[in-house]
């Protein structure tokens, strides 16, 4: 087993579990339902009964949760023994008898890789371009689909110049002390909350006119403060524009069923594949 708690002692990884384990301390029914609506809409399905569903990273363990309440046959891993932990956690409090299984593996681990069977669907959020081989990862996710399966992933968006800063970013947090990180955090959240001020006052313009709409639901369920610090720690950290992940799968015979980019600004553009 490669030593995931080595590489976060010396700087070279961010610890990704210990942020989901507080992050799954927040985690309800109300958060559950976000992930499975979130996650139903991408599939254009609300019903995986009698399916296979791989979670590549499960992370949290929450989309693994919500994939087991749409039906599905459910099985998890994740590099970081803290996630482990932690979708271990979220599956003894939401689902003890459920048909649910969590190992700790890397999908680097091409050992590992070829004992799995192919999944109908395999997922992996978020999780690939952490790996430090981003299309090493997204060849082998792409085996894992059996033959009229489905692939959803999501990669962080390349936004050139923009994305080479975040990655001296992040390298610079891992290699930093607790005021370091808590000053990349500080300034982090300023940079990234430029606009926000003329957003809000669009907002109060509309209340005082009566017109505000209702307020934006949680994004699948997730958390805004720790998705912060998982993207300013998030190392080691790759990212592709869409039409690489696009062509890198059509040319392994998937098709595109579904896409959600980010609008060329940070964050992961989703991708969802069948399998021919």
Known sequence: MIDCETEISQGRRFAFGRNWLRFGTLID???????????EAALGTSDLTGRSFLD???????????????????????????????????????????????????ILDAAFVARLERADIVYSWGVLHHTGDLWAAVEATCGLVAPGGTLYVSIYNDQGLESRMWTAVKRRYNMSGSLGRQLLLA?????LGRHYPLKAAHQF?????????????????????????????????????????FTFCRERDFALRHLKTCKGGIGCNEFVFARG
Do not use: N
Not at 31 to 38: G, K, L, M
Not at 219 to 237: A, C, E, I
């Open 205 to 245: 313009v509309g209340r005082v006119q009566g017109s505000a709409g209702r307020p934006v639901p949680r994004p699948r369920g997730m958390s805004r403060k720790h998705d912060l610090v998982d993207w300013v720690g998030g190392y080691p950290f790759q990212v592709a524009a869409p039409e690489e992940v």
């Open 187 to 191: 300034g982090s959240m300023l940079y």
């Open 29 to 39: 029914e109300e958060r559950i339902a976000d992930a499975r609506t979130s996650l």
């Open 56 to 106: 590549v990273g499960c992370g949290s363990g929450l989309f693994s949760l919500a994939a087991l309440r749409m039906g599905a046959r459910v099985r998890s891993f994740d590099y970081d023994p803290d996630s482990v932990r932690a979708a271990g956690r979220v599956r003894r409090e939401f689902a003890p008898d459920s048909d649910w299984s969590i190992q700790r593996a890397s």
